[in-house]
């Protein structure tokens, strides 16, 4: 078989054994990470964006153009840049008001409808190929699923997206860290997950295509990792890919390239 339960020790990411798959106990939920494995983002262009929630401008006292507002807003994201790496969420409500708040703009829709039209038209989304076989597979099985996500967009628009490109699925929760402040490898959504869950960690998966965020939180909260490095359309992978290969774990986990493989080792 293609798949195998492997081990990434101290001799580095990519050298493993693989090993026998019997001992391993057969989950009652799998949590997935959001961006680059359950969907990607291919095409992502801010102004368009930008473009698109301009009209639902009621107020523009400076005359600001479209152009202006998405640069501005953009820097403003990269000042926060370091925030995000200590592990802190700035969620996309708040990036909002520093970009038209100081230039006297508002809006004839609510900001959580300008946050909503805005990423979609900046990045409308797609499936990662094999997602939506393996949650009607896990479903079928009657493995629960939910969603664990750090994204600054906020939870109730990462809903409305995952339920608009995957129409189909049973996730019970969706968690996002702009909605608490904190960023995975920090074991507080995972926390939170298991507590919506009702379950013990060692009845829950994680899967994921980071080994920091993804792999060792999940590993670190009890659960067992799954290691997701999927390519999506126009040959996207994950950001990560180059990151994780200087990580080193000496854990077990399951490292696959397709969603095929996990429903074969579910099925194994």
């Not at 359950?38 to 401008?57: M, N, S």
């Not at 968690?175 to 608490?180: E, F, G, K, Q, V």
């Not at 990560?240 to 854990?251: D, G, H, P, S």
């Amino acid at each position: 078989m293609r798949w195998g339960l492997r081990f990434l020790g101290c001799c580095g990411y990519g050298l493993f054994r693989e090993r026998s798959c019997m001992g391993l106990q057969k989950p009652e939920m799998i949590l997935f990470d959001y961006g680059c494995t359950l969907l990607h983002e291919p095409g992502t262009d801010f102004l368009r964006g930008e473009e698109a929630v301009y009209p639902l401008i009621a107020e523009n006292p400076m005359g600001k153009t479209a152009k202006e507002l998405c640069d501005f807003g953009l820097e403003n994201f990269r000042q926060l840049r370091d925030c995000r790496h200590m592990g802190f969420e700035i969620s996309e409500i708040q990036l909002l008001r520093c970009k038209y708040d100081p230039f006297g703009i508002t809006f004839s829709v609510p900001l959580s409808e300008v946050e909503q039209r805005l990423w979609d038209a900046a990045a409308p989304g797609a499936c990662m190929p094999g997602i939506e076989e393996l949650l009607a597979f896990l479903h079928g099985q009657g493995i629960r699923t939910g969603v664990i996500s750090n994204l600054g967009w906020t939870g109730e628009a990462l809903c409305k997206r995952i339920d608009r490109l995957l129409p189909d699925n049973h996730f019970e929760f969706v968690l996002a860290s702009s909605d608490y402040a904190f960023r995975k490898p920090h074991p507080l959504l995972f926390r939170i997950a298991l507590q919506k869950a009702g379950l013990a960690p060692e009845r829950v998966w994680f899967c994921g295509d980071s080994m920091e965020a993804d792999i060792l939180g999940a590993h670190r909260a009890g659960m067992f990792p799954v290691l997701y490095e999927g390519e999506g359309e126009e040959g996207e992978r994950s950001p990560y890919l180059e990151k994780n290969k200087q990580i080193n774990v000496n854990f077990d986990l399951l490292h696959i390239h397709h969603w095929r493989e996990l429903r074969e080792a579910l099925e194994g």
